[in-house]
């Protein structure tokens, strides 16, 4: 093993210990800072261990006092693409390396305001642009369920996914761009939600494709999902694609029996390319939703074949115009030597940004250009569409929809960096739901027979995420796969 991993204590079961006095904020916080500091997972970019004891202490206050809020005390990590007030935040990037942050997320704020503790900044693929955690300036994370080879804890989100998987700590936030939350939930053996676009504010979380990119919660259970939502969505004035909606309590419908769901399989996911491990994990799954009571029901969604190409257009495309600010002017990274403000632009930018942005940036670029706009960037969107429509006429005869989150498990640190194209077809099912804007979700379903955690993905009708997490939690209640840890004796089972 590359790192010690630490038993499952949920946020629910923290929840009970802070309540009954068992021990207090400080003390947890100061468990789990030791946990990071004696890991060698590369799960952390930076930690602030006075200010995470001095908030723990603020908050056992607020509890003496009786005035107890939702997650008061309770330690979670965030991903390094939110800005917190007076933290350095680097987006896995050089360009950012010493950028420290003059305002906070709204996502964090409203964590805070929740009574969060946040002990540190989690690693990831440079400005999230990766599906294994390699692309980070500041080195690869390592999936704690590594044995003799190294594994990738996938990505962007895979410093946050490995250090919930090691029991670094309880809950991280993460971002969904393509699968970036779900994808890292399946490698580690986690529950990771992508809400609704919209639902949680981008204000404050650095942009990599602005019509994509979502927050949401990387945790061991649904139920702890459904807290972590709890406190993240809301309306936000500052983001203008900020939904409008009432806030929801996501945790007042999870304990409903599933009698009667309708659960859709789409054809498109279990073809060509689906390992036969991960098949047969998701078969068994979804014979335990019919034992609880569901329905299956066969759906298509036949435009999914050209979501990876639409997104590889509509991504890049949002991301080139969003990173040019990346200048070298303002903030962040400036090359040394230049001979004026051009030579400045260019040389910031190819010292500051790695390989897989550049290669973004440049099919971006590209995708966008004068006599190549309408031929790339208008027909993806029109992919887009049709892909969108797919789904709203899926959802005419199921309730919620079920298949792998990911085409393989973890592969080792290195294999895939040679192929980018490879790599990209991790996020093959995953991909359709960020361009669609639905919610989503992985959750443990098993392991394949060289024991690596397999995810099964759960995708709901926009708007819909208690359903969501009800579905899942279910399982949860019938199942311990995501009970079991990388260093559990036993190798889970129903």
């Known amino acids: 093993m590359p790192s010690s991993t630490h038993p499952i204590v949920t946020l629910r079961e923290l929840q009970t210990q802070l309540n009954d006095g068992k021990v207090s904020s400080v003390e947890l916080s100061q468990d789990y800072l030791a946990r990071i500091n004696n890991s060698t997972l590369n799960s952390f970019i930076s930690v602030n261990s006075e200010q995470a004891l001095a908030v723990a202490a603020k908050q056992d206050a607020i509890r003496a006092s009786g005035d107890i809020a939702p997650l008061n005390g309770l330690p979670i990590a965030h991903k390094d693409i939110f800005c917190i007030d007076g933290w350095r935040t680097t987006c896995g990037s050089k360009i950012l390396e010493n950028f420290i942050a003059p305002y906070t997320a709204t996502v964090v704020k409203k964590l805070n305001n929740a009574g969060a503790v946040c002990l540190g900044k989690t690693n990831m693929d440079e400005f999230a642009m990766g599906s294994s955690n390699e692309s980070s300036f500041y080195g690869h994370v390592i999936n704690p369920w590594s044995d003799s080879t190294p594994l990738v804890p996938g990505g962007s989100s895979g410093g946050s996914a490995a250090a919930v998987a090691a029991g670094l700590v309880p809950a991280t936030t993460g971002t969904d761009t393509g699968g970036s939350i779900r994808q890292p939930a399946a490698f580690c053996n986690l529950t990771g939600v992508k809400p609704s676009y919209g639902r949680c504010s981008r204000y404050g979380m650095i942009a990599f494709a602005s019509s994509l990119d979502q927050a949401g919660p990387l945790t061991h259970t649904a139920y702890d999902a459904a807290l972590m939502l709890n406190a993240m969505t809301g309306f936000d004035e500052k983001d203008s694609t900020s939904l409008n909606t009432p806030s929801e309590d996501f945790c007042s419908n999870i304990d409903q029996p599933l009698e009667g769901l309708r659960v859709g399989l789409p054809k498109e996911f ?180 060289s024991g690596l955690p397999i995810g099964l993905q759960i995708i709901a009708p926009y708007l819909k995420e208690s359903k969501l997490l009800n579905v899942a939690h279910q399982y949860q209640q019938v199942s311990d796969w995501h009970l079991q840890t990388p260093s559990s004796t036993k190798t889970g089972g129903q």
């Open 270 to 449: 279990f073809g060509d390319g689906l390992d036969t491990d991960v098949a047969a994990r998701i078969t068994d799954a979804i014979k335990e939703y019919e034992k609880l009571g569901a329905k299956i029901v066969e759906v298509s969604l036949p435009n999914a074949q050209l979501a990876l190409a639409s997104y590889y257009v509509i991504a890049p495309a949002e991301a080139s115009s969003n990173l040019s600010r990346f200048d070298g002017v303002r903030y962040g990274y400036r090359a040394p030597e230049y001979t004026d403000l051009e030579d400045m632009y260019i040389k910031t930018r190819t010292q500051g940004f790695g390989a897989e942005v550049k290669r973004r940036i440049m099919i971006g670029a590209y995708a966008l250009s004068s006599g190549y706009y309408d031929a790339f960037y208008a027909k993806a969107q029109k992919i887009r569409r049709l892909i969108s429509n797919d789904f709203e006429k899926a959802f005419k005869s199921c309730d919620v929809i079920m298949g792998p989150t990911t085409p393989t498990t973890a592969f080792a640190i290195g294999e895939g960096k040679s192929d980018p194209v490879a790599m990209y077809l991790n996020d093959i099912y995953t991909i359709p739901v960020n361009l669609a804007g639905l919610p989503a979700a992985s959750i443990p379903a098993g392991f394949s027979s």
